[in-house]
């Protein structure tokens, strides 16, 4: 009674643990997963385009919300994603711990014992011989790595275990890919900071622009080092007519200070810096105008370079400047950055060439207040001119201020006046670190090659019997398809005939 | 990056080469579909015939089939002129360009289409898969068509990204893993023309199911291995210019889904009850992402993979 119940009670566990484990279920989690992984493509993702999904909310916020609460922007830490794969590896758990048990004892045990009735194996001869064939056979079978089992009257020989083998490491080796990368991912790290010529970066949390930890990540990961950088060059192509303004090469030499070694070195596209604890990347850049501002009442209320960001191709570029302590009222100013001018027939500058050929600045002014007291944080490449007002610019009651480098102009009413010092470029760096990578590409590289082993290693059972009344009788079987069976079989013979006359 | 001389006459001397490789893969594409549409009326007819008159054999029904007609013949050797003239035209432009011809996507397709052919056409030597000849051909033409009518673009020297010997290994893996994969999607319209119950008739004179199966297994076999291998490299690749190993990029994304879908069809072959019919949807399936990753995925999916030069 007792025993009944529980069989019943463990009924249905065990009847879910056999679906999940089997193989069409496999198959059905493999398709669920590609199915689950393409929104990932089509909506943006945090991870990989926060600022499409910015765009996204801002151009359709109510589908946006909708979308989001499906966790349509997060697909790949999903909930249901993440069910998925997680499902996945433990069908995958359980299908493959059984096969190993069986196939560690099927390593240890001998060749199956010899079918009675050979002739019903997918290959299969038979002709005239005695014993002498049977001797002939161990020799050559055993030449050719076939594990062999001597049963009285016949042989009884396997060979191609490593598929098995191979089958079992590469299901082993996607779980090593997936806690690799999991653990990994824990204990990366990615900071960013932009650097102008000139400029100093101390590695430690406060001097990133933005910073990314994983979940695992501690501050003492990043090993104390400084970068200075001390010049920022773009190669143009200039060899080829039609590619004249493409840039072929960025450079971005600096000076590091490890500790204990000082060096200069080059950061390319593709060819990081490694720093100690992490690699250094270059991954944007662009123009750092210096500009001083001076207020009505003549104090320098801004001076230094602006990080302009590229606005196209040819680097025309936006840059704010914001003056808080300048007197009677704070200024701000949006600026425009022409490396090559252009005046168009509208009257507004376009940049017709990326390199500084003819450089020009243009500035719209605002005066009031900036908004930076109130507690919100405000980007520092935007500028809220709600609260302020245009002294200066288009459509504004003075012509927006054009200035050359070395060139410097008053604002109207006696509010001050801007300098173009100088131009110098900057480059926008990343500093990352995953400790977990290597481990991902080891699990990787072994998955290859076992899966490689798995696919390409025939695994073969080859019979020979000595039927009384002097006939001999060889067979094969393969396990999966295998088109080289007959031949396979073909040559074992061959040379087992020839073993045995001589 | 040392600077490159690009070779603007050479590159139109290799359009020239790749634009007649087209002319000619359309002769031998005509030629083929004859020859099928032929050969489906010769066996159906017999076919019909043998039905008629139970008992009575068609003398000729083997020979249709084995032995090479005159129109087969012209086919296969209009395919080898035109693939040695594609070649020509993929190697100009590489000698053009000073890199390898495969940095954007009207690169990519004639060296792709190059190494579809020269993967069937060597397959050819070793296997009679003559019979997917008319599907081969057709797929090449559409590739270098597209290639030239909507992906051309002058040779440019390459951006900083691309500078990398990875661009080598990355792209001409993924390259031979669409040659293998696109021949086995060949092998399973095959099965399913054959398998289907309208159309069973014209295509009789294809191998039976079985070995059309087999055949395709072992294409999509290599081709899997061929893709792991591929996104691998693109993630070692990625560590370097992008500072991740994987972000999830759109084509990341689709990299992935397709290895997951041929996974999916490898398990297929081996679940009773999936092989057959099923998995030949499958591995087609997983074949027309392919083509989706390099199509639609390059020109209309937002991504890090900016390559197209369109």
Redesign the interface.
Known sequence: MASSFLSKLWFWPRFFWRQLTS??N??IL??L??VA??P???Y??R???PN?VKFFYDNEPELAAVLDQLQLFD??TSVWFSAIYILLFVSLAGCVLPRTKIHFEALRARPVQTPKNLERMPEYLSEAGDSSVLESAMVVLKKRGFRIDRQQESISSEKGYAKETGNLVFHYSLVGVLLA?GFGGGFSF?GQRVLVEGDTFVNNLASYDSFSPGALFNEGQLEPFSLTLDEFDV?Y????R??IG?????VASVSADFGQTQTTSDI?????LAAPGA?V?L?GNGFAPVVTVFDGDGNISYQGPIVFLPQDSNMTSLGVIKAPDALPEQLGIIAFFYPTAEKLTTGAYTSIYPDPISPLMTMNVYTGNLGLDSGIPRNAYALDTTNMEMIAGRDGPVAAIELEVGQSADLPDGLGSVRFDGLLRFASL?V?H?PG?IW??LF??L??VS??MS??VPRRRVWVRLVPGGKIEFAALSR??D?NLPQVLEEIVQEIRSGSKK | MTEVVLNEPLSQVSLLFVSSALAFLALALVLFSFQLVKLSTVEAVSSEAKAASSGSIMVDEKIATDKMTATERAGFILLWVSTAILGVGVVLRGVAAGRVPWANMYEFSISGAFLILLVYLTALKIKDLRFIATFITGFALITVFAAVSLFYVEVQTIMPALQSYWLVIHVVVAIMATGFLAVAAGMHIAYLLKASDRARKLFSHFPELLQLERIAYRFNVVGFVLWSFTLIAGAVWAERAWHRYWGWDTKEVWTFIIWVLYAGYLHAMATRGWNGKRAAWLGLVAFLSVIFNFTIVNLFFKGLHVYSGL
Not at chain 1, 237 to 240: H, M, R, T
Not at chain 1, 268 to 272: E, S
Request: glycine fraction near 4%.
């Open positions: 193989m069409r496999a198959l493999l398709l997963l590609a992984a393409v990932g493509s089509v943006p993702q991870s990989a385009d499409g697909v790949y990368v990615s190669v192509d200039l060899a080829n039609a590619n493409q840039p072929i090469d960025f390319r596209v593709n060819y990081p690699n990347y991954t990343d990352a995953n990578g991902v590409l990787a590289a998955s290859l899966l490689t696919l390409m999966r398809d088109p």
